[in-house]
């Protein structure tokens, strides 16, 4: 059987973006995360998260301070009745050009290999251009833009829909339930 699947960026989407969070407890999901994870996974969608960790290849923080936050909020979620099929993570830094790191697809590939997910019918949603050009890379045309964090880094809507050529632009994770009905 061929499944869907909601994939997510972490910081800024799942999290507030705090710059190179790290640490339980600088970590805060943005409001309405569990609303709409528990959403998704109604609709029957798996849920999958694929970040950019850049701040391990810059040495700010190791693969063991990641694991440990990332089993910490995956217990988190999963306390609220979500599960987090899995966390596909790049730890390079921009200057090793790898094809994990977003906007390259390398991630996204990954786990349509390893959950048999069909593409076609899944969701990206990001708070950054290379987001939203990795799904398009991955074959993903159901794009969302989460926009708020992103007016204080000039990659507003109107930025987005001219150069990432996002489907859909929302305001929060939450806002986005409006826009994925099935």
């Known amino acids: 059987m061929v499944n869907r699947a909601i994939f997510l960026d972490r910081d800024g989407v799942i999290n507030v973006d705090k710059g190179y969070v790290h640490k339980i407890e600088d970590f805060e999901f943005t409001t309405g995360t569990i609303k709409a994870l528990k959403y998704f996974q109604s609709l029957g969608y798996l849920l999958i998260i694929v970040t950019n960790q850049s701040g391990i290849g810059r040495g700010y923080y190791t693969?063991?301070?990641?694991?440990?936050?990332?089993?910490?909020?995956?217990?988190?979620?999963k306390a609220d009745g979500i599960e987090i099929k899995e966390v596909y993570f790049c730890p390079h830094s921009p200057e090793e050009n790898c094809k994990c790191r977003k906007p390259e697809p390398g991630m996204i590939l990954k786990a349509a290999k390893d959950f048999d997910i069909d593409l076609k019918k899944s969701w990206m949603i990001g708070d950054k251009i290379s987001d939203i050009k990795a799904a398009k890379r991955a074959g993903i045309e159901n794009t969302i833009?989460?926009?708020e964090e992103n007016k204080?880094?000039?990659?507003?809507?109107?930025?987005?829909?001219?150069?990432?050529?996002?489907?859909?632009?929302?305001?929060?994770?939450?806002?986005?339930?409006?826009i994925i009905k099935e």
């Open 63 to 77: 693969k063991k301070d990641f694991y440990k936050l990332t089993s910490w909020m995956k217990n988190r979620l």
């Open 152 to 178: 204080k880094r000039g990659e507003g809507g109107k930025v987005v829909r001219k150069e990432g050529k996002a489907k859909y632009i929302a305001k929060s994770l939450f806002d986005t339930i409006s």
């Open 145 to 147: 833009f989460i926009e």
